[in-house]
């Protein structure tokens, strides 16, 4: 692993970070339209402008998921109950189901992310069996909470002291199956 300092940055990263945040605070109209689409979605994110956290941390976060990407893992998911339909063919009715589940992902940036993706993705499927893969789903603010926790927790216990700087977020996705005869 490279070194990094206490937030857990290298230092062309934490430069680079500093001057995007300089260069949007002098003109705000230098910085790319993608950026700015990133926070007005980021209102519905947990974790992000959800806490009650300065405009300036906010930015440096915001900033942060725009320059250095997310990694997403797949936590879990639970079944749904099934749709069903009905349909004729030559006559007859035919009953269809099609299965369905939500999908639970975590979604986590930071620059330094990549150099420990192994232990973050074993520290979220920790994280996620802990909170719940149910509360997760129907998005429990309990749940998020238990899960943040852990997360970070389960770093810091490994040694990343600057787990607290990684953004974690939860989001779902409802996938649904083929639809088949009942």
């Given at each position: 692993?490279?070194?990094?300092?206490?937030?857990?940055?290298?230092?062309?990263?934490?430069?680079?970070?500093?001057?995007?945040?300089?260069?949007?605070?002098?003109d705000?109209?230098?910085?790319?339209?993608e950026?700015?689409?990133?926070?007005?979605?980021?209102?519905?994110?947990?974790?992000?402008?959800?806490?009650?956290?300065?405009?300036?941390?906010?930015?440096?976060?915001?900033?942060?998921?725009?320059?250095?990407?997310?990694?997403?893992?797949?936590?879990?998911?639970?079944?749904?109950?099934?749709?069903?339909?009905?349909?004729?063919?030559?006559?007859?009715?035919?009953?269809?189901?099609?299965?369905?589940?939500?999908?639970?992902?975590?979604?986590?940036?930071?620059?330094?992310?990549?150099?420990?993706?192994?232990?973050?993705?074993?520290?979220?499927v920790?994280?996620?069996?802990?909170?719940?893969?149910?509360?997760?789903?129907?998005?429990?603010?309990?749940?998020?909470?238990?899960?943040?926790?852990?997360?970070?927790?389960?770093?810091?216990?490994?040694?990343?002291?600057?787990?607290?700087?990684?953004?974690?977020?939860?989001?779902?996705?409802?996938?649904?199956?083929?639809?088949?005869?009942?």
């Open positions: 692993m490279p070194e990094v300092d206490k937030e857990g940055f290298k230092t062309e990263d934490k430069m680079q970070l500093d001057q995007f945040v300089q260069d949007l605070q002098a705000p109209s230098s910085v790319a339209p950026f700015f689409d990133l926070v007005v979605g980021a209102n519905s994110i947990p974790g992000t402008l959800g806490k009650k956290e300065d405009e300036e941390k906010q930015i440096r976060r915001l900033a942060s998921i725009y320059l250095f990407g997310e990694q997403e893992f797949e936590l879990g998911s639970i079944s749904r109950e099934p749709n069903t339909r009905v349909r004729t063919s030559q006559g007859r009715l035919i009953f269809e189901c099609q299965s369905k589940r939500t999908v639970v992902y975590g979604v986590f940036s930071h620059p330094s992310l990549d150099d420990i993706l192994d232990d973050a993705r074993q520290c979220a920790g994280a996620a069996v802990a909170a719940g893969i149910a509360a997760l789903a129907t998005g429990g603010a309990a749940a998020y909470s238990a899960f943040t926790a852990t997360f970070r927790g389960c770093l810091i216990n490994k040694g990343y002291g600057w787990a607290d700087q990684i953004s974690a977020d939860i989001r779902t996705r409802d996938e649904t199956g083929s639809w088949r005869r009942c």
